[in-house]
């Protein structure tokens, strides 16, 4: 391991261990204290969206300068606007038989990618002081300098309004060594991880919750009732914003039979080109790497880029090149999530073979993300989503301004869920309520059913007929009387009662073995061990035996470990 990975390594530690103590600060403001500073940093970060755009343009080469504007110009107040009067402290929802109380978690680690570097820190960054926890950015190596001055920005105007400076925190050596020991930390208390397919893998492997959005490869399908010009102009719009870097920007059309000629046209009246089979085959070969990846170098530039690197000429004024696609999956470069303004063309015959078509496409590479239709027929649109694997379907609209809350009702965020589809935790757009604990305080509302306790029936008892009391000089005169017919006499005599004896009692002497030492003693290891437990062997200087099978809650791991108070035995 290189010294620049273990400084890395050691920042990171450094950084969690700041904002931790920070957290404890943060954790106790009120509403107003919270409210306040992230007014502050949603203003900051508006006033600068565009100068921050620019640095993003110009650091990763990636999109164009006006469209980061608008992205950081959503997150700072779009996101802020939609989420200032959520409670996030306190009581957050009070009725007769539930009482909700917000709990924050504690240190966010925020991984930030290179295709939205400031708009997506601008986002993690107010959601996460929103709901009173504190936050470390990982920032992509190509995106570290804009990412960095975001954080300094909204940092310096929230300390001027009483946040601690170590609750905003940007690692300033990145590299994958540093950004895992910042995931791993024992003080990390929940990731929020933007980026490729083997970083979020990374987070989800962690050990500690993890929000992480898998990739998009979304479909769009144009059903035969849909109003064609809009249709168009809205594909066009979604994956040519920023040049496709939002994973949710249209990567396919699929056109249902009857109106395929339309939309072709309208896509080239609108900036669409169509090309050749020849030229498709020529760009495809600069989509994908020799491994049959995608290709970085194409990744956020514009239509004319990508066809002068693929030695093709187009119309001047071309916004997307679009290509007829054969098929689905790895010989066909076209059906991958491309990250440019680039669209494979499919065409079918009819809703159920649209569906069909565009499962297919979100099954090779896109699986939970975002889906898009174009339809008048609200009970087609209806029927289409129920069939999608995706957590997002979105219905005339960009899919890449739909799916994020732009030109839609869901919750406005840039870290999309993909749920079980995607191997993610959370199929919602994530939010500053993804981002607290709640705790849930429950009064008895379905009184259980209590009956008086059965009693026993007394039982009648007879009672006894007394025995009559014979005295022993009756029982001799008897006995005189009958052996006298026979000649014969008893001499009974009444004898002289003697004095009853107490019996003597017997002492009974005890032998107790003689007594263990705690040292003798057999040690008993727990099966189930919490922090409370830890904290009380602590307290007590003690140490709690345990084996490899015995249960920890992180808690009392993080705890025990750092306080060295298991003893492992056999």
């Known amino acids: 391991m290189s010294d620049k990975d273990l400084a890395a390594q050691q920042e990171a530690r450094d950084a969690v261990e700041a904002a931790f103590a920070a957290f404890d600060i943060v954790s106790r403001f009120d509403q107003e204290q919270v409210d306040t500073i992230c007014a502050a940093m949603s203003r900051v970060a508006l006033a600068e969206a565009a100068r921050l755009g620019q640095m993003a343009h110009e650091e990763t080469g990636f999109g164009k300068a006006e469209d980061k504007y608008q992205k950081n110009r959503f997150a700072a107040e779009d996101v802020w606007n939609h989420f200032k009067n959520l409670k996030t402290v306190g009581v957050i929802n009070d009725t007769p038989g539930i009482v909700e109380v917000a709990s924050p978690r504690g240190v966010v680690a925020a991984i930030i990618p290179s295709t ?63 950004t895992e020991a910042l995931m791993k930390h024992k003080r990390t208390a929940v990731i929020l991880a ?28 144009v059903e035969r009732t849909a109003d064609i010009a809009k249709a168009a102009s809205d594909i066009l719009t979604g994956t040519c914003f920023d040049n496709g870097t939002i994973c949710a920007s249209e990567q ?7 109106i395929e000629k339309e939309l072709r046209e309208q896509f080239k009246a609108q900036g669409g080109h169509f090309l050749t089979e020849a030229e498709a085959v020529a760009v495809g070969k600069v989509l994908l790497t020799p491994q049959r990846t995608l290709n970085a170098g194409i990744v956020g530039k514009s239509a004319a880029f990508i066809a002068e690197l693929a030695g093709i000429t187009v119309p001047s004024g071309t916004r997307c090149l679009i290509a007829d696609c054969a098929g689905v999956g790895r010989d066909f470069p076209w059906s991958i999530e491309k990250l440019s303004p680039t669209l494979a063309f499919f065409v079918v015959d009819g809703v159920k073979a649209g569906a069909d078509k565009c499962f297919e496409i979100l099954r090779f590479g896109g699986m939970g993300h975002t889906a898009g239709m174009h339809t008048r027929d609200r009970n087609a649109a209806i029927e289409y989503g129920m069939q999608m694997p995706a957590a997002r379907v979105i219905i005339n609209s960009p899919t890449t301004h739909g799916a994020i809350g732009f030109s839609t009702d869901l919750d406005p965020s840039m870290t999309l869920g993909c749920g079980s589809w995607g191997g993610n935790v959370t199929s919602d757009n994530v939010s500053p309520r993804h981002l607290m604990d709640i705790k849930r305080v429950a009064f008895e509302t379905k009184p259980m059913a209590r009956s008086a306790p059965a009693t026993k029936p007394v039982e009648a008892v007879a009672t006894p007929t ?37 019996p003597r009692q017997t002492v009974v002497h005890h032998v107790f073995p003689p007594a263990v030492s705690e040292e003798d003693k057999p040690v008993v290891p727990l099966d189930f061990v919490s922090e409370d437990d830890v904290r009380r062997a602590i307290g007590n200087g003690k140490k709690i035996p345990i084996t490899k099978k015995t249960i920890l809650t992180p808690s009392a791991r993080d705890l025990g470990e750092e306080k060295e108070v298991f003893h492992l035995v056999s």
């Open 194 to 221: 933007t980026g490729g397919t083997g970083l979020v893998r990374a987070a989800y492997s962690s050990g500690k919750p993890a929000f992480g959005v898998g990739p998009g490869n979304v479909p769009s399908f």
């Open 252 to 258: 396919s059309v699929v056109a249902d039979a009857p």
């Open 466 to 502: 007394p025995r009559k009391s014979v005295k022993r000089e009756e029982i001799a005169a008897l006995v005189d009387s009958y052996l006298s017919k026979f000649g014969a006499s008893a001499s009974v005599e009444t004898p002289v009662e003697k004095p009853v004896e107490t």
């Open 116 to 178: 939205n570097p400031t708009s997506t820190a601008i986002f993690k960054i107010i959601i996460a002081i929103k709901s009173r926890n504190t936050i470390v950015l990982s920032p992509h190596p190509s995106a570290a300098k804009c990412i960095a001055e975001t954080a300094r920005l909204m940092r310096d105007e929230a300390i001027k309004h009483g946040l601690p400076a170590d609750a905003i925190k940007c690692l300033t050596l990145t590299t994958i060594e540093g």
